[in-house]
């Protein structure tokens, strides 16, 4: 076959059916740059390996599907994003029988996807044979049996179980390798922001010797909430409430999707203005965990400043777009609000103020002695792991790895741009601070040059018209790493399936490596360079495991620690063993 | 430390006098809807674009009623019911302020007559959207009085179909003809 006449993905296509002739059934596009490869389900974990490992992809998202309505089966998407030669999202698709809901688990062969399949197995009851990990991911621990949220025959999206235990079953996991450990559960309410977690460290006097954590406390389930509710017109507004920091890239990520199944093309200004909201986005968003980078190392006054010049990025959001969070931007087809001629000039004014103001907090910073020696050679994130667990963002930017989806896969005013991933090699906290840094002063410049060059005309097409059951997947860098939806529209003007991966959902598996080796002090620094919407421990119980005997540190106590580094809390408990 | 104590002068006082003082924000802010009950007709457009139901136009037929609530403690400031009113009747403020001391203060409703049909007296449509469909139609070159036009609007759509068949088949004797 000729070069010229492959498409986009055709190489991964061709390289797949060589190595698993019986695997690869049927081979189709939803989008331009995105093939579904079709497979047979006891094949499909050596394709996604074979992707994953040998055709440079890296793991996004696995969406399940109750397809019952649609063709008696449920369905398993587990999108790749191609990131080495001849770019592209492969989509390898397997069918699963509505009888026996079992398919063949790849989490052996591809870490990155565990999360993914542990989180269908609870919405959809799939059973994974021989997944690495059988705990729940995103169930509580009192959800009753035989109950899948997402299932189309099971529930209302109102209906609100009855708890079915007043006992924690979870199972924390670590391997300590014969160390005598104690256990430090961090968490998991009481949270200063949106994303409560519960830690638990597993420590030998000082140092971390594992730590397991467990997320999801507060599942809103918004997919469920799309998918009956409301109408797939209305989602991008919910979609911009997944979070509270990077809810801009999420609603661009659901229109996208629409619009590339559907084919709609977006008017060039719309495309411009929605990556120039994008990047103030990432302003703020970097202000805010650089000051969070500030107040952990015991850097307050760098912390306050940092929030202070943030205000600004954040008066530049309300100016331009009518609203200091959740814009309210996007429609499918294009935005809703253009950007002015005095608007434009404000806007350049402003980011001039940034850079100097950044400039300065920055050199401030760096300069700071306290600083370097709280996060350098802190947190490593192993470029080995790293390349088993897809994380994304600054994290993975911080440890050598070029992953950042503006320029992998450009979308919107990205595409009329020319820039590079900024990366760091130390695998640090300070890595991943300086890739924020930098990203921040590149993101001034970006917005500048995509201001200067907008073009006119329209920001909204109205006149298009949608196919049931087209699905796509459509990403954005959001300042965390990407965002990364996948949807169906149905037939009844509603999501048939809405699927949104927030960045930090791909960062969470690593985490645990990041702790290890490194002490107690440096947890919240750590958790914090993973920029989570940080959740921070309200009660801090350490129990000794030998005699169960327990003591509650309150969190002044753990962030006084963690920033002084001075009179353990621990101390008082050593005495007790 | 000479650093930080540079930066901290050059930046001065950061705080602003709110809530002491009025807090500035810009002309296009979304704020708070403002709904104009004298503009408003009662279309719904409003209620159908709202994604979160914070605007609900029930009707009660018996009551001959439609009612226009807003509920701000559901809103989310989005402005689509004021990109889809086609009468301009609602816009979004700048007052962001809307702490209420209970619950029920956050709903704020107007209630609007329906049109009794003139030859059944059942309620068929808002009396103010059967007024502006008859301004409408007035505007048209034809025989009829804008009086005349109006009576036509107030008869409901199973009457006006009725009264339409009685007047072609009439017609169609006139003219010797059958139509069925
Ligand atoms: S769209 Fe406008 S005219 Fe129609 S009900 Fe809403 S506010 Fe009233
Ligand atoms: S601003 Fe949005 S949420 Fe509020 S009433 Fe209007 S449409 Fe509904």
């Known amino acids: 076959m000729n070069d010229k006449e492959l498409r986009s993905g055709e190489t991964h296509v061709l390289s797949a059916k060589e190595r698993f002739p019986e695997a690869v059934r049927g081979v189709s596009w939803s989008a331009d740059n995105q093939v579904v490869i079709e497979s047979t389900p006891k094949q499909a974990p050596e394709l996604v390996e074979h992707l994953y490992y040998e055709r440079d992809g890296w793991f996004s998202v696995l969406v399940g599907n109750d397809e019952r309505p649609l063709n008696g089966r449920y369905a398993l998407y587990y999108v790749l994003s191609m990131e080495g030669a001849d770019p592209c999202f492969c989509t390898v698709r397997v069918e699963v029988p509505a009888d026996s809901c079992e398919f063949y688990s790849a989490s052996s062969r591809v870490p990155a996807v565990i999360w993914g399949e542990r989180e269908v197995q609870d919405m959809f009851g799939l059973k994974a044979l021989g997944i690495t990990d059988r705990r729940n991911l995103v169930l509580p621990d009192d959800w009753p049996e035989g109950l899948y949220p997402l299932r189309k025959d099971t529930m209302d999206y109102r209906h609100r179980p009855e708890p079915t235990t007043d006992v924690e079953n979870y199972e924390f996991l670590y391997e300590t390798a014969g160390h005598d450990t104690t256990v430090m559960p961090m968490g998991p309410l009481h949270i200063t922001s949106d994303e409560p977690g519960h830690f638990r460290l597993f420590v030998e006097g000082e140092d971390i010797i594992d730590a397991d954590y467990r997320m999801f406390y507060v599942h809103r389930g918004m997919e469920k909430c799309a998918e009956s509710r409301m109408n797939y017109d209305t989602v991008p507004f919910l979609a911009e409430r997944i979070c509270g920091i990077c809810g801009f890239a999420h609603s661009v990520a659901y229109v996208e999707t629409i619009e590339k199944a559907q084919q709609i093309e977006v008017p060039l200004r719309a495309q411009y203005i929605r990556s120039i909201i994008l990047e103030t986005e990432r302003l703020h968003s970097h202000l805010l965990n650089l000051g969070l980078v500030c107040h952990f190392s015991g850097f307050d006054t760098g912390f306050h400043h940092m929030f202070r010049v943030r205000e600004k990025s954040m008066d530049l959001a309300e100016m331009l777009t009518g609203a200091r969070k959740t814009y309210g931007l996007n429609l499918i087809g294009g935005v809703r609000r253009d950007i002015l001629a005095e608007q434009k000039l404000a806007t350049l004014k402003c980011l001039d103020e940034l850079r100097t103001d950044v400039k300065h907090l920055v050199d401030e910073l760096l300069s700071t002695p306290h600083f370097l020696k709280r996060t350098e050679g802190i947190g490593i994130l192993d470029k080995g792991v790293a390349r088993d667990y897809s994380p994304v963002g600054p994290t993975i930017r911080g440890s050598g790895f070029a992953r950042d989806a503006r320029w992998l896969h450009p979308y919107d005013g990205y595409k009329f741009i020319e820039r590079s991933p900024i990366t760091q090699e130390s695998c640090d906290v300070k890595g991943r601070t300086l890739v924020r840094i930098d990203e921040f002063m590149d993101s001034l410049s970006i917005i500048g040059e995509l201001l200067e060059n907008t073009p006119g005309g329209p920001i909204l097409n109205e006149s298009w018209s949608h196919e049931p059951h087209r699905f796509a997947v459509a990403l954005t860098e959001a300042p965390r790493g990407e965002d990364l939806h996948w949807s169906m529209i149905g037939d009844n003007q509603k999501c048939y399936r809405w699927r949104a991966k927030a960045s930090t959902y791909s960062n969470w598996p690593p985490l645990r490596y990041m702790f290890r080796g490194n002490t107690i002090s440096d947890a919240a620094m750590i958790v914090g360079s993973i920029d989570p919407c940080y959740s921070c421990a309200e009660r801090v119980a350490v129990i000794d495991v030998k005699s169960k005997k327990q003591q509650v540190l309150s969190r002044q106590q753990l962030e006084s620690y963690c920033r002084n580094r001075k009179h353990s809390p621990l101390e008082k408990s050593t005495v007790i063993i | ?180």
């Not at chain 2, 559901?74 to 001391?101: D, H, N, Q, W």
């Not at chain 2, 059942?122 to 009396?127: K, L, N, Q, V």
Request: proline share 6%; charged share 25%; net charge positive.
């Open chain 2, 1 to 180: 430390m000479f650093k930080t104590i540079k930066e901290v002068l050059r930046t001065g006082n950061a705080t602003v006098k709110y809530p002491f003082a009025p807090l500035e924000r810009p002309q296009d802010v979304r704020g708070k809807p403002e709904h104009n009950h004298v503009k408003c007709m009662v279309c719904s457009a409003c209620a159908v674009a709202c994604p979160p139901n914070a605007i609900q136009t029930p009707l009660d037929m018996r009551e001959g009623t439609k009612t226009w609530s807003i509920n701000y403690g559901r809103c989310v400031f989005c402005g689509r019911c004021e990109e889809v009113c086609p009468s301009k009747a609602i816009r979004l403020g700048t007052e962001f302020e809307l702490a209420v001391m209970t619950k029920e203060d956050m709903e704020e409703l107007c209630v609007y007559h329906l049109q009794a049909c003139t030859q059944c007296g059942s309620h068929f449509a808002p009396a103010k959207q059967v007024a502006y469909v008859a301004r409408i139609l007035a505007q048209g070159k034809d025989t009829n009085t804008a009086a005349q036009k109006l009576e036509y609007a107030k008869v409901c759509p199973k009457c006006k179909q009725k009264y339409d068949v009685q007047r072609l088949m009439e017609q169609s004797k006139e003219e010797g003809e059958w139509l069925c």
